[in-house]
Every structure is written in structure tokens, then in C-alpha cells.
């Protein structure tokens, strides 16, 4: 929901308060019909490229969550880090309990202005790359997510067409979930699902309040 659509939807909120129990549920039950209909027309499921992207946080975030959803599914599930690396991860420590069920490769070797070595840095993120690709190929695991991979492709580190083909070759029902600022149109364009992630307010520019254990890491 945006901003725009706050008006409206309070104005029908404040409508349906005025009906009564019988009109109420009348029009939940119209509502019901059509959502159902819809529901009988979509696509049967499958496997969605997915990017986190934009300036605002909570780009991995979202996707470990999506992690977590697909492991209490039962599903296989890998995870490769770019750039962030050169510490261990709080969720990779969290992770640990699901065992074979998940696998976790922190491959960076820290931010650019830390690693000063952009030779190095391509070195890292094309290994990372390698590795990736052999868990999209691999018809076991159910979901991928490339942690701040775009940052790489942004960074030149990657580049986009060996990435889309890539892509190209992922088993039909694998997802694979993209993280990271600066998404190239490219990968926008082939995605099946795309979020900007947008700051309205972050502690570190307003305060000074640099990262916290729990929230940043």
C-alpha cells in the first residue's frame, strides 16, 4: 500500500462501519466470489527470481525471512554472502540448528574501503559466483539466496550477462532471492519479483548511532 492509497481505504473503512452485520457480511461474501475467481485463473507455481534492492534497509533481512518460511517448509536451502564476509554473521550462527538442511557460505572479504584491493575483491566475488552457480544448478536445493550479489554486479566485480545466464539455468521450481543496492535494469527486468527498499529515516544518518548487534549484524 502507498501513500496515495491511505485516503481511499480509510474512506472505505469508515463506509463499512456504517453497515450493518447483514450488509457487512453480504459484501464480504461478493468479495469472497471474486478473490476466489481470481484465485482460479493464476498460473500454477513456479520457481520466482526474486531482488531485494533500493537505499533503505532491510534487504537481507527480508530474505532471511524468506529463508526461514521455505526451512519450516522443509525445504533445502543455500545462502551465499558477498562482500560481507570478513566477519562471521549473526545469522549464520542462528542458522547452525537446521543442520544439512541449510548451507551457508560467507565469501566476502569485507567493504571496499576496508579490503582496498579491488583485484582481490573481483577474485572473491567470482569464486562466490562459482559457488552460486553450483547451488542453482543443483536440482536439491529448493531456494538461493545471493546476499548482496548486486552490490558486486554494481561494483563490476560481476557481470550481468553471466549472471542471467545463470539464472537461465536453475531447475523450474527453484527460487533464487538477490540482495543488495543498485540492482542493474537487467536483472529488474528478468526478475519475477522486486522490492526497493526505500529510507525514510536511518539512526546511523539522523544520530550518529553506528550498527548494533541484532538490528545491522
Not at 452485520?21 to 485463473?41: C, G, H, I, N, T
Not at 500454477?44 to 526461514?68: Q, R, Y
Not at 562459482?130 to 536445493?141: N, R
Not at 548486486?150 to 540482495?179: D, S
Request: glycine share 8%; proline share 3%.
Amino acid at each position: 500500500m502507498t501513500q496515495s492509497d491511505l485516503p481511499s481505504n480509510l474512506e472505505q473503512t469508515a463506509a463499512d462501519l456504517q453497515l450493518s452485520d447483514s450488509q457487512y457480511q453480504q459484501k464480504m461474501q461478493r468479495r469472497q466470489a471474486v478473490q476466489a475467481k481470481r484465485l482460479e485463473s493464476c498460473a500454477e507455481p513456479k520457481g520466482l527470481i526474486i531482488v531485494n534492492t533500493g537505499n533503505g534497509k532491510g534487504k537481507t533481512t527480508a530474505a532471511l525471512g524468506m529463508v526461514l518460511r521455505s526451512l519450516g517448509h522443509g525445504f533445502k536451502v543455500a545462502i551465499v554472502q558477498y562482500i560481507k564476509g570478513a566477519w562471521e554473521p549473526a545469522e549464520k550462527a542462528a542458522f547452525a540448528a537446521w543442520g544439512d538442511q541449510l548451507t551457508f557460505h560467507a565469501m566476502g572479504e569485507g567493504f571496499t574501503w576496508d579490503t582496498q584491493d579491488r583485484d582481490r575483491d573481483i577474485q572473491m566475488a567470482q569464486t562466490a559466483w562459482e559457488k552460486s552457480l553450483e547451488y542453482i544448478q543443483d536440482p536439491d536445493y529448493d531456494v538461493v539466496l545471493l546476499d548482496e550479489v548486486n552490490i558486486a554486479l554494481k561494483l563490476g566485480y560481476l557481470n550481468i550477462e553471466q549472471v542471467l545466464a545463470g539464472l537461465a539455468l536453475k531447475p523450474e521450481l527453484k527460487h533464487v532471492i538477490l540482495t543488495g543496492r543498485g540492482a542493474p535494469e537487467a536483472l529488474i527486468d528478468r526478475a519475477d519479483l522486486v522490492t526497493e527498499m526505500k529510507i525514510i529515516k536511518h539512526p546511523f544518518k539522523t544520530q550518529g548511532i553506528k550498527a548494533q548487534a541484532g538490528i545491522e549484524f
